[in-house]
């Protein structure tokens, strides 16, 4: 996962190719394949949030288990189930349309909005908090002080 410096948006890559936003690119031509590019994106986004990811569903769980916000796993398991059928078509298939592909993208941006970007903007204006102060939070939580990055 990286971020571009052209147009500070998130991309993610597979074996040197561009997974997320390539699938944006075929989204009008192939939304099934849009759609399973998109699960891709999200399995990958695992191991950035401390997961494995390896198994979704697993990860999904360990993450509800820690406190997840029901929306952003509703987000997840939308986008798993959606592009799980999208590569094996079962008995549900809304994968077909461009407008559920265009949803898709649009639920993974409030993903990764909620792991990386507010993350990163929470971060940056703690760490400009004086180290006395953030002493005596880690003091109040019982916890070590965090350092500047």
């Known amino acids: 996962?990286?971020?571009?410096?052209?147009?500070?948006?998130?991309?993610?890559w597979q074996k040197e190719k561009i997974v997320y936003p390539y699938s944006g690119g075929i989204a009008n031509q192939s939304?099934?394949?849009s759609v399973a590019l998109l699960r891709l994106a999200v399995q990958m986004l695992m191991p950035h949030v401390?997961?494995?990811?390896?198994?979704?569903?697993?990860?999904?769980?360990?993450?509800?288990?820690?406190?997840?916000?029901?929306?952003?796993q509703k987000a997840l398991d939308s986008l798993r189930v959606i592009g799980n059928n999208a590569v094996h078509?079962?008995?549900?298939?809304?994968?077909?349309?461009?407008?559920?592909?265009?949803?898709?993208?649009d639920l993974l941006n409030i993903i990764i909005h909620h792991f990386i970007s507010t993350q990163k903007m929470i971060d940056s204006i703690y760490e400009k908090l004086p180290e006395s102060a953030r002493a005596r939070i880690a003091d109040r939580d019982?916890?070590?002080v965090s350092q500047p990055k």
């Open 50 to 72: 401390g997961e494995r990811g390896r198994k979704i569903d697993d990860d999904i769980k360990n993450l509800v288990s820690k406190g997840l916000p029901d929306q952003i």
């Open 1 to 12: 996962m990286s971020f571009c410096y052209r147009c500070h948006g998130l991309s993610i």
């Open 89 to 105: 078509p079962g008995e549900i298939n809304i994968a077909d349309d461009y407008e559920t592909a265009a949803s898709l993208f």
């Open 31 to 33: 939304p099934r394949a």
């Open 142 to 144: 019982g916890k070590p």
